[in-house]
């Protein structure tokens, strides 16, 4: 089975500045997604960025990258110039491709919550 | 465009009660979960359908637990008797069939067993 280790239970980061969560991830498989997703006070799960396994290619959308390394099976999440509102617990999440029966099964870490101080 | 509506937002009951659980899915999705997060356990899925049919049920934890899907548009989870230890928020997602997909998560049931 799948495992997701977020070693950092809570991370700050100054108001502009980078900070950058850990995840790493145990599986066999060779092509599989991975995941981080924001849960806000509100709880409210939102997506924040994908990386495909078979893509070379960190994944980048706006402030947040990934550091995707597939042989150190590690998938780590940049925030650049943090602002008040990316506080919120973050959950790294791993999904194996399609077609095996738990295909379409997120497996999450447990969380790093990240505060932002202005 | 709503997003996946779940009711109620908060559940408070007491031990033996019956407890439904209901989600809406986005309009046009087909694959629909169900999973519970908390603070000992984290994020886990309990029940998982593809166009309908439950697919893995294995995160389920007992038989006390029921889920059903009737149509592409409702699906209900059921604690039946309810525990102290079933409390939890239970969150309901749904996306298109495949891994490569996003789910969208409804704003979760707070459910606390007395």
């Known amino acids: 089975a799948q495992t997701v280790t977020q070693s950092q239970p809570e991370m700050s980061v100054q108001e502009a500045e980078t900070v950058t969560l850990s995840c790493t991830y145990d599986t066999s498989e060779s092509d599989y997604y991975l995941f981080w997703y924001k849960q806000p006070p509100s709880r409210q799960m939102i997506l924040v960025i994908r990386q495909e396994a078979y893509k070379q290619q960190n994944a980048t959308e706006n402030r947040f990258s990934v550091n995707f390394q597939k042989a150190a099976k590690s998938f780590s999440l940049k925030i650049s110039d943090s602002q008040l509102g990316d506080a919120a617990m973050y959950f790294c999440?791993?999904?194996?491709?399609?077609?095996?029966?738990?295909?379409?099964?997120?497996?999450f870490g447990e969380g790093t919550q990240l505060t932002v101080n202005p | 465009d709503a997003g996946v509506i779940q009711s109620p937002r908060h559940e408070v009951t007491e031990m033996g009660q019956e407890v439904t659980l209901r989600c809406k899915p986005i309009?046009?999705?087909?694959?629909l979960f169900w999973y519970r997060q908390t603070m000992m356990r984290g994020l886990e899925l309990l029940i998982y359908?593809?166009?309908?049919?439950?697919?893995?049920d294995s995160g389920m934890p007992e038989d006390r637990f029921s889920a059903k899907m009737p149509n592409a548009s409702f699906s209900t989870l059921k604690i039946q008797p309810s525990e102290p230890r079933d409390s939890a928020v239970y969150f309901c997602?749904?996306?298109?069939?495949?891994?490569?997909?996003?789910?969208?998560f409804g704003p979760g049931t707070r459910l606390t067993v007395t």
């Open positions: 309009s046009g999705h087909n694959s």
């Open positions: 997602a749904s996306s298109l069939i495949g891994p490569a997909y996003e789910q969208y």
């Open positions: 359908f593809n166009n309908n049919v439950p697919i893995d």
């Open positions: 999440a791993y999904r194996s491709p399609w077609g095996e029966t738990s295909g379409s099964r997120l497996t």
